[in-house]
């Protein structure tokens, strides 16, 4: 596996962990629709919270969630519709960015919560 797919999915491991330790329910990690993917899918109280997580070793060329581009951002709505159209779900959706920066032992851990809203 490439360097990048390994950090990839050693941020997405920590983010489920962090968002686990903060009372949310995973229901999908890696969700794909078409060539699309959704990190995580996750109930938090009255919300199904669509996760997309950034991971960097470092920040000197800025935040990872800087590189969530608006592209990406119609991709995601996109493949959240059709989530919430193929399971019926009667929850809110909102759109949450974790960033995360691997230095040493203790990654640094951002969430944006409401990092962008669903239009097209």
């Known amino acids: 596996m490439a360097e990048h797919n390994e950090t990839g999915k050693a941020g997405e491991e920590i983010a489920a962990q962090y968002l686990r330790s903060k009372g ?6 890696n ?5 699309n993917e959704i990190d995580i899918i996750a109930e938090e109280k009255d919300w199904l919270v669509i996760v997309e ?9 800025g935040d990872p969630e800087d590189f969530v581009t608006r592209q990406k951002q119609k991709l ?4 959240a ?3 919430i159209n193929r399971y019926a779900v ?3 959706a909102r759109f949450d960015i974790i960033s995360i920066v691997l230095r040493g032992k ?3 851990i951002n969430h944006l919560v409401d990092a962008f809203y669903p239009t097209l």
Do not use: Q
């Open 106 to 108: 203790n990654p640094e």
């Open 76 to 79: 995601l709505i996109r493949a």
């Open 90 to 92: 009667k929850k809110e």
């Open 53 to 61: 997580v950034k991971t960097r070793h470092s920040s000197d060329f």
């Open 81 to 83: 519709n059709s989530y």
């Open 31 to 35: 969700w794909r629709w078409g060539k």
């Open 24 to 29: 949310f329910t995973i229901l999908e990690t």
